[in-house]
């Protein structure tokens, strides 16, 4: 229906996460009426953010250098580690300013169902930074999901040894919520982890 | 927040219809955890399209040769041919499977709001190819929005002297309403109902 080039584009739009074939062909579309530098300016961008992005050789994190900006940092406090699923995480902590420390990256949960385990999330690479006595604190920020919780006790337990103090964050009723909405086990996690004002 | 060739990624993806800040940075991630035969493909199909389409010498459709398929098609009714506003509605109009002429894309529609005039789209190449006696009628199928109604009188008024008769399609398309979006149906309900201007 579509000319090959055409074709293969809204192909490509598709593959995308949450496009579908008429977005796909809206976009595709979008991108045959911009001028040629700004096709080739997208072009250019695709390539260079995907050849000059790697992971941070400390933290894990996306960066486009050796290290990234949070770990070369002077002001961030070195004796605590916040473990999160994927670099989104680390933005949406950073969002809430409240957080100084320093990140690890796991790129993945452990998910047995999917094939995923120990070996294939950056785990190996969080003990290897714990060997300095530098790190009093490792915080787990992994997702509150199954797979989250569940990564969550591994390293737990194989940070342990090591003597540094690991915590989980809060599990409770987010700010905003109606308790009539919240389902069953989060108001027993929220009653659990009840606090005295 | 984001390093450079994130950003650069991110902004070019929100340069797209539709795509707001959250998915932008969804796509451009997912670029990222793409593997680099993919991004690259993805990179060429951008430049491939954009290099090696464009406009029939004839109806001024999408094409990568120098006419496109339909009118190179020996099957097509040559006395016959329908206006559109843009690529998609050939694509909305050939799905019908009612209409077996030739096409003429304007690419745009006369809107003095946004200074486009008559010269700003395809109306003379439009003109150009009644000079033989082979076409006898052109159907009207721009939008029926204000500027496409505005555009569909004054081409109309444009080939009246020639003899050819124009015809509009039917309001059976909803007023305000998009040809790319509007059901087959319609579509053909709007074909067969159409009326001498």
């Known amino acids: ?3 090959a080039p055409l074709a293969a584009l809204i192909e490509h739009f598709e593959r995308l996460p949450g496009i579908g074939h008429k977005t796909a062909v809206r976009l595709s579309f979008s991108v045959l009426s911009a001028t040629d ?3 080739k300016s997208f072009a250019d961008a695709i390539l260079n953010a ?3 992005i790697h992971y941070c050789s400390i933290c ?3 960066t486009d250098g050796d290290t990234c900006r949070i770990c070369q940092s002077s002001k961030r406090d070195k004796s605590i580690i916040c473990v999160v699923e994927g670099p989104k995480d680390v933005l949406a902590m950073e969002k809430t300013g409240e957080f100084n420390g320093l990140y690890h990256v796991l790129h993945g949960v452990i998910s047995p169902m999917d094939g995923i385990g120990p070996e294939e999330i950056k785990a190996k690479e969080l003990v290897a930074r714990l060997t300095s006595d530098e790190v009093k604190e490792v915080i787990m920020a992994t997702n509150l999901t199954v797979e989250g919780e569940a990564t969550a006790t591994y390293l737990a337990r194989l940070i342990k040894p090591t003597g540094v ?3 989980r964050i809060a ?3 987010p700010v905003g919520g109606d308790l009539e909405y919240v389902d069953e086990v989060t108001l027993t996690m929220a009653l659990e982890g009840r606090r005295e004002i």
């Open 60 to 62: 894990q994190d996306l």
């Open 1 to 3: 229906m579509y000319i």
């Open 50 to 52: 995907k050849s000059s």
């Open 165 to 167: 103090k690991v915590t």
């Open 171 to 173: 599990r409770g009723v």
């Open 37 to 39: 530098e700004e096709a």
